[in-house]
């Protein structure tokens, strides 16, 4: 029996937009790593009040050819992308029972059932 192949067209895999990163089997910027991964759980996954760990994680793994040399103002470590005054989504609309969708009367017709 032969495999049954459904697609006529050769399939292309695109590397990453970045290039490859290796990983740091030798735990060189382990230690940058737990401080920006204990500051997200310190700060609720707010990532922009642990920018600064995050950086230095970065630098880093530049600093010891784990990943490619960039400006980290190009990886979004420039002063114009600091978030100040963050106000986070307090939930107040599904905390009150809203259900995404279920305001939504009858059936929705399709366009090809119309």
């Not at 922009?48 to 979004?76: H, V, W």
Request: aromatic share 12%; proline share 4%; net charge positive.
């Amino acid at each position: 029996m032969s495999s049954m192949n459904f697609s006529s067209a050769k399939q292309t895999v695109k590397p990453p937009q970045r290039g490859i990163f290796p990983l740091d089997h030798d735990a060189e910027c382990k230690p940058f790593k737990e401080k920006y991964l204990s500051c997200l759980k310190d700060e609720g996954d707010k990532h922009y009040l642990c920018r600064d760990f995050s950086k230095e994680y970065l630098q880093c793994r530049m600093d010891r050819n784990l990943m490619a040399s960039e400006d980290l103002d190009r990886l979004g470590f420039s002063k114009e992308a600091t978030v100040e005054n963050a106000v986070e989504y307090d939930k107040s609309k599904e905390k009150g029972g809203y259900v995404a969708g279920k305001h939504i009367d009858g059936r929705i017709k399709w366009w090809f059932q119309r």
